[in-house]
C-alpha cells in the first residue's frame, strides 16, 4: 500500500461552518504534512507532524487547526474560514529519518469558501 | 535566504526532447525532487537525487550536480498528455521541502 487518502475530494462550505479534512496513510510513515496550494502556485507548507507531534505550524491561522490522533491519521478542521482559503489542500507524508526523504502526496481536498 | 529557480514556461513540440532546469541555494541539502502536476490534481513524484550525476527513469531522467546547485528535467518522445507543470524541490538540511515556482509545460502537435 503506497497511498495517501484524503477525504473528503470536494467540500464547500460556508464561512460558518465547522469542517474536517481527512488523511490515512498505512505505510508506516512517521512524519505527515499539510500544504495548501492555490492555482499556479507551488504548495505551501502548513504544518508538519513528526511522530505524532506538531513539529511545524508555519504561522498558519488558528482557524486551522491540526490533529494527528494515530501516526496513520492526520486531520485539518476547520472552522470559520474565509473565502481566500479556497484552494486545494494537500497531506503528503514521509517515511521519516535521514535519507527517507520522498514525500508521497494525497490527491488533495478541493475547498471552496463561499 | 533560500532560493529556487526555474523557468516559468517552456513549449515543446510532440515527439521531441525538452529539458527543464532547476538552480537551487538552500540551507543545506537532502535531495531533489522533480514532480508533475495536471492541473487541479495533485503532485506526482517523477524523481529524487541525492547524489551527482543522471537518474533513467523510462522517458524520464533528471540529473543533478551539488556543487554547481544545479538540476534538470529531461522528457523524451514527448506525448501530449506530458503538458503540466514540472516542479523543482529541494529538501533542506530540516527536511522541510523548498519549492520552484514551477515550469509550465505546453506540447504542440
Known amino acids: 500500500d503506497t497511498e495517501v487518502t484524503q477525504t473528503p475530494k470536494h467540500l464547500v462550505m460556508g464561512m460558518t461552518n465547522k469542517k474536517s479534512l481527512k488523511c490515512e496513510q498505512h505505510m508506516g510513515h512517521r512524519a505527515m504534512y499539510w500544504y495548501k496550494q492555490k492555482a499556479k502556485k507551488p504548495p505551501e507548507l502548513m504544518f508538519v507532524?513528526?511522530?505524532?507531534?506538531?513539529?511545524i505550524n508555519e504561522s498558519v491561522p488558528s482557524r486551522f487547526s491540526p490533529e494527528c490522533p494515530n501516526s496513520s491519521l492526520l486531520n485539518l478542521h476547520l472552522h470559520a474560514l474565509q473565502p481566500e482559503d479556497s484552494a486545494l489542500y494537500l497531506c503528503?507524508?514521509?517515511?521519516?529519518?535521514?535519507?527517507?526523504?520522498?514525500?508521497?502526496f494525497g490527491e488533495g481536498s478541493r475547498l471552496t469558501v463561499l | 535566504g533560500q532560493n529556487i529557480d526555474q523557468p516559468t514556461e517552456m513549449t515543446a513540440t510532440e515527439g521531441a526532447i525538452v529539458q527543464i532546469n532547476c538552480t537551487y541555494q538552500t540551507s543545506g541539502f537532502n535531495g531533489l525532487f522533480w514532480y508533475q502536476q495536471h492541473a487541479g490534481e495533485a503532485p506526482t513524484f517523477l524523481s529524487y537525487n541525492v547524489l551527482d550525476g543522471l537518474e533513467e527513469k523510462g522517458r524520464f531522467s533528471s540529473f543533478l550536480s551539488r556543487s554547481k546547485g544545479y538540476s534538470y528535467l529531461l522528457l523524451k518522445e514527448l506525448q501530449m498528455k506530458d503538458s503540466a507543470s514540472y516542479l523543482c524541490a529541494v529538501m533542506d538540511s530540516n527536511y522541510q521541502l523548498i519549492w520552484g515556482a514551477g515550469t509550465k509545460l505546453i506540447i504542440k502537435p
Open positions: 503528503a507524508s514521509r517515511k521519516g529519518g535521514r535519507g527517507n526523504g520522498e514525500l508521497f
Open positions: 507532524y513528526s511522530y505524532e507531534k506538531l513539529s
